[in-house]
T-cell receptor
């Protein structure tokens, strides 16, 4: 069965500092992996995704993530945090080879200090 | 870009009312989903539909039903609203598995 664990329900960084949000997954099949961002009172917006091919994927707003099969990880990073990055971030894995459902992590709220 | 439109951003309803939450997508996606989101509980799947008139229960279907009469529209129905159904409701659609979900903007429902 597929599952996702996001370490840290809250992460706080200073503006300009590195952002690292952790995601580990469990999947019985080659995974499709996704990161979403949610701003207050909004729906979720796709940041980036990994399906096949290059393991380092770049997304919107300067974010990137690296798929590491050996570590079953898909951590999200951004070299320099901006105040506008403050939001909640969700990691998700596709729910099986024939499933159209996504399995979501519990989310990480990113706080950016001035 | 795929657009998923939820008819209301904010709703206030009374206990016992029948409530309809509407969701429309414009990209001919076969799969549509309803989630609710509560602080500390993350996203929980209520129902999903993989084709017209087809539906499957998610993790928390109790107190809800759905309708999908046309491919582009997926409605969530609260048969008799209760205060514990106060929540943010998110609709999503998905076409190709490689593309993930596209979400609507959400409906924040308050039941008083």
């Amino acid at each position: 069965a597929q599952s996702v664990t996001q370490l840290g329900s809250h992460v706080s960084v200073s503006e300009g500092a590195l952002v690292l949000l952790r995601c580990n997954y469990s999947s019985s099949v080659p995974p499709y992996l996704f990161w979403y961002v949610q701003y207050p009172n909004q729906g979720l917006q796709l940041l980036l995704k990994y399906t096949t091919g290059a393991t380092l994927v770049k997304g919107i707003n300067g974010f990137e993530a690296e798929f590491k099969k050996s570590e079953t990880s898909f951590h999200l990073t951004k070299p320099s945090a901006h105040m506008s990055d403050a939001a909640e971030y969700f990691c998700a894995v596709s729910g099986g080879i024939s499933s159209y459902k996504l399995i979501f992590g519990s989310g990480t709220r990113l706080l950016v200090r001035p | 870009d795929v657009k998923v439109t939820q008819s209301s951003r904010y709703l206030v309803k009374r206990t016992g009312e029948k409530v309809f939450l509407e969701c429309v997508q414009d990209m001919d996606h076969e799969n549509m989903f309803w989630y609710r989101q509560d602080p500390g509980l993350g996203l929980r799947l209520i129902y999903f539909s993989y084709d017209v008139k087809m539906k499957e229960k998610g993790d928390i279907p109790e107190g809800y039903s759905v309708s999908r009469e046309k491919k582009e529209r997926f409605s969530l129905i609260l048969e008799s609203a209760s205060t514990n159904q106060t929540s943010m409701y998110l609709c999503a659609s998905r076409g190709d598995r490689a593309y993930g979900y596209t979400f609507g903007s959400g409906t924040r429902l308050t039941v008083v």
